[in-house]
């Protein structure tokens, strides 16, 4: 089920370019290479740089697992 649920959201470029997690080829290393990347090239053009993170505790544990799994339902009932 994950093979062709990735398959599919890879295949169809559903999935958002600078997604890291769970995507073969990408890391963690990737995502900050990328963003130090970033930061290098907005210093050296003399733009300024604003870095924001933001975890949230207890985030998985609050979804609104019936509304994604409606969501998903929905858009990719034909992959299933």
Known sequence: MTQR???????T??????QHGFRESKSVDTAINELL???????RDGKHV?????DI???FDNFQ???ILKT???TLAQVI
Do not use: C, M, Q
């Not at 649920?5 to 295949?11: F, R």
């Not at 470029?13 to 600078?18: A, E, F, P």
């Open 5 to 11: 649920l990735t398959y599919h959201l890879e295949s």
């Open 13 to 18: 470029n559903s999935l958002y370019d600078r």
């Open 37 to 43: 990347r970033n930061i290098k090239t907005a210093r």
């Open 50 to 54: 604003l870095e924001l993170s933001i």
């Open 57 to 59: 505790k207890g985030a």
């Open 65 to 67: 697992h019936r509304a």
């Open 72 to 74: 998903l339902t929905t």
